[in-house]
């Protein structure tokens, strides 16, 4: 049985130049204008280089923009749930006809060459409304919506970079090679920003029982603050899948996108350059790729019924809430689970993150230990140089790291010079069956100073005799000295 095709009907269309060809290229773009572009842009040039965004020749002009924002649709009919675009002001000076070096310092410099054909004013309003469903700024993807300059440029664009990603990165080509070596033609693809925890291990141990194996695809480019970074990340799922699963069922691979927190919309872009991977399913779980209380649940799920027939050849594998069971004794689900929210611990890598961050306890339900450990010893690293952290990230003395409001330094996406405020500490919301005292109230999130109590656990009722796996306390950041005189 063959692999699923490329998204658009053809062959993949990696941008990427080589050889004589990328040496020729690097040498015209010596005397093209340079365009300073983001980090979510180079990202996207990524993406076209490698072929993952097939089958996109460049950045999209005004009628690709408008009509994927409207209805996930290019002027050409081919399905596309989020506009890529890159952005330019007046300052700029750039003109239809010019050719352009893009450059992005972060990436080491010259990144892709594009020749511009329509330059239009961005409607940012429309797009943010569209596509994340708000127009509150408070929304990391909508935050960079509003971030852009006042124009969209379109036109062709050849990819000079790959921008120097781990080699956990790999490309559409590589997979589906891999693939077709191993005798896998159908697979699953899981995404994921966060370590693996042991909802996460259930969710993808299920794809196993029933295909030939799974895509552990994770995101390596930048993520909203809070986020646990991408080589901690790496290195937990490697801990996981050397211990805890069946040689030869499972690939571990990177891709070098930024995420858009984008929920239903996201989900859909993360099936099209999965299906270009080679991947015949993608595993969707509970509030896939959203942020905060901006979508439902399970509206990632939802929206693969909203979208024509046809749009897609990949299909999405939904599975519901997962969570451990104390009288099951074991994972198990909304759909398995008879017994009440007393019984359940959720277990949410935001809650994780909050409960490290805070020197709070971890069930040993949470994670398999050799995951722990890895998470241990990064939050344990924050506290080794706290006032480099804080004069790095502009925190105040005794805030917790990229967490209450003020300045946290750059975030995805950023220009130059761009500093954003920190997360909105909105909390999330319980799903039926699972409020209670699992799920801390919206007073729960706070600054920790020196002296500050320490909270109540998030964590559900535990039964008599259980024994959590211990976690020494985070320091309060001490106050950074002012310099004398």
């Not at 589906?176 to 995404?191: H, I, M, N, T, Y």
């Not at 603050?225 to 030869?248: C, E, Q, S, T």
């Not at 506290?383 to 209450?404: C, M, Q, S, V």
Request: net charge positive; proline share 8%.
């Amino acid at each position: 049985m063959a692999l699923v095709p490329p998204h658009g009907g053809g062959a993949l269309k990696p941008l990427l130049l080589t050889g004589a060809a990328l040496e020729a290229e690097k040498k015209a773009a010596a005397g093209y204008k340079k365009l300073e572009i983001t980090t979510r842009e180079a990202c996207d040039c990524f993406m076209m280089g490698i072929g993952a965004f097939t089958p996109l020749d460049g950045f999209m002009g005004q009628a690709d923009w408008k009509g994927v924002c409207a209805d996930m649709k290019m002027a050409n009919g081919v399905f596309w749930p989020i506009p890529i675009t890159c952005s330019a002001g007046d300052e700029d000076g750039v003109n239809v006809g010019d050719k352009l070096a893009l450059i992005c310092d972060e990436f080491g410099g010259l990144i892709a060459t594009m020749n511009v054909t329509e330059k239009y004013e961005i409607d940012k309003a429309f797009e943010a409304k569209n596509v994340f469903r708000t127009e509150d700024k408070e929304h990391p993807g909508v935050e960079k919506v509003y971030e852009q300059k006042k124009y969209n440029l379109a036109g062709p664009i050849k990819v000079l970079s790959e921008g120097g990603f781990p080699e956990e990165y790999m490309r559409p080509a590589e997979t589906r090679a891999l693939f077709e070596e191993k005798g896998w033609s159908q697979v699953a693809a899981f995404q994921t920003r966060n370590p693996m925890h042991r909802s996460h291990e259930h969710l993808v141990k299920i794809a196993i029982e029933t295909l030939d194996g799974v895509l552990i695809h994770q995101i390596l480019g930048k993520l909203k603050a809070g986020d646990i970074p991408a080589d901690v990340r790496v290195g937990a799922i490697n801990a996981l899948v050397d211990n805890y699963f069946v040689k030869n069922t499972i690939i571990t691979k990177g891709y070098p996108m930024e995420m858009r927190y984008g929920g239903p919309r996201e989900a859909l872009l993360h099936a099209v350059f999965r299906q270009n991977y080679g991947c015949s399913y993608l595993i969707v779980g509970r509030d896939h790729a959203g942020v905060g209380d901006y979508y439902g649940p399970f509206d990632a799920q939802k929206i693969f019924n909203e979208i024509p027939e046809g749009s897609l050849q990949i299909t999405n594998l939904n599975i519901d809430w997962t969570f451990h069971c104390y009288k099951c004794g074991g994972m198990a689900s909304l759909r398995t689970c008879p017994h009440g929210k007393e019984d359940r611990l959720l277990l949410s890598g935001t809650m994780v993150r909050k409960t490290l961050s805070e020197g709070g306890d971890l069930p040993a339900e949470f994670s398999r230990p050799e995951v722990v450990k890895i998470l241990q010893a990064y939050y344990q690293s924050l506290d080794a140089a706290p006032a480099a952290l804080e004069r790095r990230a502009g925190l105040g003395p005794g805030r917790a790291l990229g967490r209450g409001p003020g300045p946290a330094g750059r975030g995805c996406g950023r220009r130059a010079g761009h500093r954003r405020p920190g997360p909105s500490g909105r909390p999330a919301r319980a799903p039926a069956g699972m409020a209670g005292p699992g799920w801390p109230g919206p007073g729960a999130a706070g600054p920790r100073g020196p002296g500050a109590r320490r909270r109540p656990s998030p964590w559900p009722r535990r039964p008599p005799g259980y024994q959590p796996l211990r976690v020494g306390r985070r320091r309060s950041l001490p106050q950074t000295p002012k310099p004398q005189g």
